[in-house]
């Protein structure tokens, strides 16, 4: 029987349980138009994949290893974690999008990645073959701030995102390379998240605006 379906890279990944005539047993297969490659078998420490979702030519995928429920994107010969999911008896993650190298995930669930959340929650990567990238401090001045921060000086296209402290988005910016300047004006006093994105590197930091 098939779980899911999913297409990405003109390749079809099935998921599901599947057996060959000699019994052998598998979770997962891929068909590139011409053969179907057998990608996971069944095992105590294989993936065992629920649901695929397709999103900018990436595959991400919600499966159980050994009982616990993770998600992740494919690496071109596996799943990469983004994270530990506690889903509850009938939780499941039910919509997935990506937005400037940061991942959207919402459903039924109340813990992401260790983090208690209310069944939405972001992941901050570049996604690709073998690349996700941590994130590090972001650099600016100055902190308190009135109305602006000046940014480490950067040779890169970066997205900057302004949060507030309920982790709502109040402003995205794209600064391009050599701009540091970003304006704050409009912002109420208190604290705020800036975190800039860009091709290479995820950075963060912590503003307080008076």
Same mark, same amino acid.
């Given at each position: 029987?098939?779980?899911?379906?999913? !297409?990405?890279?003109?390749?079809?990944?099935?998921?599901? @349980?599947?057996?060959?005539?000699?019994?052998?047993?598998? &979770?997962?297969?891929?068909?590139?138009?011409?053969?179907?490659?057998?990608?996971?078998?069944?095992?105590?420490? !294989? #993936?065992?994949? !629920?649901? @695929?979702?397709?999103?900018?030519?990436?595959?991400?995928?919600?499966?159980?290893?050994?009982?616990?429920?993770?998600?992740?994107?494919?690496?071109?010969?596996?799943?990469?974690?983004?994270?530990?999911?506690?889903?509850?008896?009938?939780?499941?993650?039910?919509?997935?999008?990506? @937005?400037?190298?940061? !991942?959207?995930?919402?459903?039924?669930?109340?813990?992401?990645?260790?983090?208690?959340?209310?069944?939405?929650?972001?992941?901050?990567?570049?996604?690709?073959?073998?690349?996700?990238?941590?994130?590090?401090?972001?650099?600016?001045?100055?902190? #308190?701030?009135?109305?602006?921060?000046?940014?480490?000086?950067?040779?890169?296209?970066?997205?900057?995102?302004?949060?507030?402290?309920?982790?709502?988005?109040?402003?995205?910016?794209?600064?391009?390379?050599?701009?540091?300047?970003?304006?704050?004006?409009?912002?109420?006093?208190?604290?705020?998240?800036?975190?800039?994105? &860009?091709?290479?590197?995820?950075?963060?930091?912590?503003?307080?605006?008076?």
């Amino acid at each position: 029987s098939i779980s899911s379906i999913a !297409v990405v890279n003109n390749e079809v990944f099935m998921s599901g @349980m599947f057996q060959k005539a000699n019994s052998s047993s598998f &979770s997962l297969l891929k068909w590139n138009g011409t053969t179907i490659t057998e990608v996971f078998a069944f095992g105590i420490s !294989v #993936p065992t994949v !629920v649901k @695929m979702f397709v999103v900018s030519h990436h595959l991400f995928a919600e499966y159980t290893i050994q009982g616990f429920r993770h998600f992740g994107y494919w690496n071109g010969s596996g799943f990469t974690g983004l994270g530990d999911v506690v889903l509850g008896t009938s939780g499941s993650i039910d919509a997935v999008t990506e @937005m400037s190298n940061i !991942v959207y995930v919402g459903g039924t669930f109340s813990t992401f990645d260790g983090v208690t959340v209310n069944n939405i929650a972001q992941h901050g990567v570049v996604v690709g073959i073998e690349n996700i990238l941590e994130e590090s401090p972001l650099g600016f001045y100055p902190n #308190p701030a009135t109305g602006y921060i000046v940014l480490d000086a950067s040779d890169e296209l970066r997205t900057i995102a302004v949060y507030n402290a309920l982790g709502q988005l109040c402003h995205q910016y794209l600064l391009n390379a050599g701009e540091c300047f970003l304006s704050l004006e409009d912002l109420q006093p208190g604290a705020y998240i800036v975190r800039a994105v &860009s091709r290479e590197k995820i950075q963060t930091g912590r503003v307080i605006i008076e």
